[in-house]
Structures are given as C-alpha cells and as structure tokens.
C-alpha cells in the first residue's frame, strides 16, 4: 500500500548538518501526517518530530530549535534538517506516515546518522 524510502544519512562531526529524505510511494500522500522517529543503541524508539497535512509540526524538546520538518506534496516527500548535531543524536532514523483517513501507520527501514570525531 505504502512504501517509505528514508535516505540521507551518514556520519558527521558534532556541531555538523544532515538533511534526511523519505520519499512516500503510495496514493494520497496530502492525507497523511509524516514523522521521523530515532532509536539509539539500547534505547527506545522515539518521536523525533511530526508534520500534520495542513502543516503543523511538533518536535521533541531535545530537538526544537536544531531540526526542522518539512514536506513537498508535489513530491511526495518530507525532509528533516538537522544541525548542531551532538553524539546524543546518533541512532536510526525511521520515516513514518499516518494515515489520517482509517488510522494506520508505516514505516520505513530506517537511516544511519552517526554523530561522531
């Protein structure tokens, strides 16, 4: 139904910049909400930030004001900006899409972002 396509991923100074893409393959994409979500070694998956279909956002507070959501429709994609990297942000970025019309979720396979000297 839904396929995500995360990409942009890599290893990166502290204090650096990534740009994460997640490319959505699927009809309908205006009526999802998008997220990225990141697990670290050890830890729990957790909400990195969200995009609404009319836009809003949300962001962890560990992340507000370093990373910044967006989405293309014409597209089909959502991006996540990330700058001020610190080692406390590596782990595996996963794209997700919410389906706002029946309520279920997708996932993809995830990026590497390694935050490292």
């Known amino acids: 139904q839904v396929q995500l396509v995360e990409s942009g991923g890599g290893l990166v100074q502290p204090g650096g910049s990534l740009r994460l893409s997640c490319a959505f393959s699927?009809?309908?994409?205006?009526?999802?909400?998008m997220a990225w979500f990141r697990q670290a070694p050890g830890k729990q998956r957790e909400l990195v930030a969200r995009?609404?279909?009319?836009?809003?956002?949300n962001y962890a507070d560990s992340m507000k004001g370093r990373f910044t959501i967006s989405r293309d429709n014409a597209k089909n994609t959502v991006y996540l900006q990330m700058n001020s990297l610190k080692p406390e942000d590596t782990a595996v970025y996963y794209c997700?899409?919410?389906?706002?019309?029946?309520?279920?979720?997708?996932w993809g396979q995830g990026t590497q972002v390694t935050v490292s000297a």
């Open positions: 699927g009809s309908r994409f205006n009526f999802y909400n």
């Open positions: 997700n899409a919410f389906d706002t019309r029946f309520g279920g979720s997708s």
């Open positions: 995009i609404t279909t009319s836009e809003g956002t």
